[in-house]
């Protein structure tokens, strides 16, 4: 592993770079950027360097050996999924305020930061506003505007874009050794993101993609399916986000060939039968496309999600 083999983002290793080779390093980054994209990826490499003995992440030295084993007493990682509580802050104080172990910096990545209680981001402010000078925090997020601008002002921000469909197909191809049809089709449905692309390589949740297209397509009884197709979709934040992803993309692809007539520009060119065997007006394509986008929303906070999708899938087939 090296910068090298993260994909894209060539500007934000260039400047991340540059701190360490001048070991000057801010005490706080904000990383921000489309989910599954390599943020977190990047945070690790740059720890990779920072700890190394030769400062080129070389993977043998020990403190290298340790990072890549996923034990490094300097590295610490809060990465929870739903919520970041007043707990994780008052650990990270205690942690920061003794000397680290083994190297001469510590390094603590907050993943998923959008996800702190109020009362957890006022902690973490104090701790930034006047760290102890062997620590270094990444900040990292997908949704930049839930971090509290008093934090956000106290970060250098490194904002990352979405890869290129060329960036994600190379990906495919070369390290996950995909054929190019499918490599193809998965950096179509990706939109810019390696972390989607991977969730779909997943062959149960690419096959209950296509339950629901047949579902939406009248190729299947919805009323019957629904249920149990909302259900796993539903499982997780995760899952349920990237179903009513995919959903937009099919009903935005629906709206295209209906009103260019061109295939061409359809996202989900597996889906082509689907998308041309279904009879419907515009008008259910546009009402659709706004319940997913509610759903999108009102998914944010803390819904009943199976509900909220079965919910959407029989209004959509039910008002074709
Ligand atoms: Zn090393």
Not at 26 to 34: D, E, I, K
Not at 39 to 45: F, G, P, Q, S, Y
Not at 171 to 190: E, G, T, V
């Amino acid at each position: 592993m090296a910068f090298e083999d993260i994909i894209g983002h060539d500007r934000q290793k260039r400047f991340l770079k540059f701190f360490l080779e001048n070991k000057n390093i801010p005490h706080s980054f904000l990383f921000c950027g489309q989910e599954g994209i390599g943020k977190k990826k990047t945070a690790r490499e740059f720890v990779r360097h920072l700890f190394c003995q030769t400062g080129n992440a070389c993977g043998t030295c020990r403190p290298c050996v340790k990072l890549d084993r996923g034990s490094h007493p300097d590295l610490v990682i809060i990465e929870n999924e739903r919520s970041i509580g007043i707990d994780d802050s008052r650990m990270i104080s205690k942690e920061i305020s003794e000397h680290p172990f083994e190297s001469e910096k510590r390094v603590i990545i907050i993943d998923n930061a959008e996800t702190m209680t109020t009362e957890a981001a006022n902690a973490l402010l104090k701790t930034i506003e006047e760290p102890p000078p062997y620590n270094h925090f990444f900040i990292i997020t997908s949704s930049e505007r839930d971090i509290p601008m008093t934090i956000r002002s106290r970060c250098m921000r490194v904002p990352f874009s979405l890869l290129s469909a060329a960036q994600l197909e190379h990906y495919f191809r070369s390290k996950k050794n995909i054929d190019p049809k499918k490599a193809s089709l998965l950096s179509s449905i990706s939109f810019g993101s390696i972390g989607s692309g991977l969730f779909w390589l997943n062959e149960e949740h690419f096959s209950l993609r296509l339950k629901l297209a047949a579902i939406i397509s009248g190729r299947s009884d919805g009323f019957v399916a629904s249920s149990s197709v909302a259900e796993m979709a539903s499982l997780t934040d995760r899952t349920a986000a990237m179903y009513l992803a995919f959903l937009l993309s099919y009903f935005r692809d629906l709206f295209v060939t209906h009103e260019t007539g061109d295939m061409s520009l359809i996202v989900n060119t597996d889906l082509v039968d689907e998308l041309n065997t279904a009879k419907y007006e515009t008008e259910w394509v546009e009402r659709s496309i706004k319940r997913i986008q509610e759903s999108i929303r009102v998914m944010r906070y803390n819904v009943n999600r199976w509900l909220t999708f079965e919910n959407l899938l029989i209004q959509i087939t039910g008002n074709r």
